[in-house]
């Protein structure tokens, strides 16, 4: 089992940056892939960033390339994603999540979920 929480949305300009941090429980936090992904109000839930148990590969969709850094602490158990250059489009609740076997932008891969995190851009 694998509790994460995630920490660090708020409110922010367009063009602002955010933190945001995922602390696992456990003491296999290496042997998890992490995904965050996010969900806006009427939207499906969308991939944002992955990276796999190394931390060496990463992967991210077209729309975040560029601005958004998903990096991977496993001394502390966390998982970071860096957003930059934030968009109102960008506003959504932003969730974190762990799968031993995958490492994929399919939200049905990953095992394990935080309770999410609001993320607010205004314009």
């Known amino acids: 089992q694998v509790q994460l929480v995630e920490s660090g949305g708020g409110l922010v300009q367009a063009g602002g940056s955010l933190r945001l941090s995922c602390a696992a429980s456990?003491?296999?936090?290496?042997?998890?892939?992490m995904g965050w992904f996010r969900q806006a109000p009427g939207k499906e839930r969308e991939f944002v960033a992955a990276?796999?148990?190394?931390?060496?590969?990463?992967m991210y969709p077209d729309f975040v390339k560029g601005r958004f850094t998903i990096s991977r602490d496993n001394a502390k158990n966390t998982v970071y994603l860096e957003m930059n250059s934030l968009k109102p489009d960008d506003t959504a609740v932003y969730y974190c999540?762990?799968?031993?076997?995958?490492?994929?932008?399919?939200?049905?891969?990953?095992?394990?979920w935080g309770q999410g995190t609001q993320v607010t851009v205004s314009s």
């Open positions: 456990g003491r296999t936090f290496s042997s998890y892939a």
């Open positions: 990276i796999r148990w190394s931390g060496g590969n990463t």
């Open positions: 999540a762990a799968s031993q076997s995958y490492s994929g932008v399919y939200s049905g891969g990953y095992e394990y």
